[in-house]
């Protein structure tokens, strides 16, 4: 097992012209420089998917396009990252918020999925669904249609002894309430956790 030093990282910007610049991260240092041009080619791959959600076939009117990165988690190896893009539209109404995240084992060289965080025959599904429906009612959050389920594939990041569920703009709640997050405690789902997954690392 290697050294559980944080990953070393740094910026790389893409500067398309006043208002549009993209910041991303690309680790380095890394031993394993296979492992490293993987790590950062799915990096790219997503920062270039968010570009691509936002700007579509019509760039013209594009007045401005800022990304932005986190590092949500960088210990014990566990490396997990959420970024944002900003775009808006010359006379739109207002401007549209997207994010995207990875979580990677840098031990196991593994980029995890919301499913391989639990044990197969766990229904995280249900457990997870429920601990949202109920932040949702806590929280008093307007929901566009009634909730019943996160997807099996429900976009996360994970941040110390955490486990961060979100939506997209639109996607749950109105664009007002922005951006709608659900953090939940690992010990509050220890029970289900995959033993040799990123959570039971960091817990």
Do not use: C
């Amino acid at each position: 097992m290697s050294e559980a030093f944080p990953i070393a990282t740094r910026t790389l910007t893409v500067n398309a012209g006043e208002d549009k610049v993209i910041h991303y991260p690309e680790v380095i240092g890394l031993q394993d420089k296979g492992w490293q041009a993987t790590v950062n080619a799915l990096i790219a791959k997503q920062t270039q998917a968010l570009i691509d959600q936002q700007v579509g076939d019509d760039p013209s009117n594009v007045t401005t396009l800022i990304g932005e990165y986190e590092l949500k988690n960088n210990q014990r190896n566990i490396f997990s990252l959420l970024q944002s893009n900003y775009i808006y539209r010359y006379q739109a109404a207002h401007g549209m918020t997207i994010i995207g995240s990875l979580t990677f084992d840098m031990d196991k060289k593994k980029v995890y999925t919301l499913k391989e965080l639990f044990k197969p025959d766990s229904d995280y599904v249900g457990r997870l669904s429920a601990i949202v429906a109920e932040q949702i009612k806590a929280r008093d959050i307007p929901v566009l249609e009634p909730f019943t389920s996160i997807s099996p594939d429900q976009e996360f990041y994970v941040a110390d002894k955490t486990l961060v569920l979100y939506y997209q703009l639109y996607d749950l709640a109105p664009y007002v309430y922005g951006i709608v997050y659900f953090p939940i405690s690992i010990y509050d789902i220890s029970d289900m956790i995959n033993e040799d997954g990123p959570l039971a690392v960091l817990m």
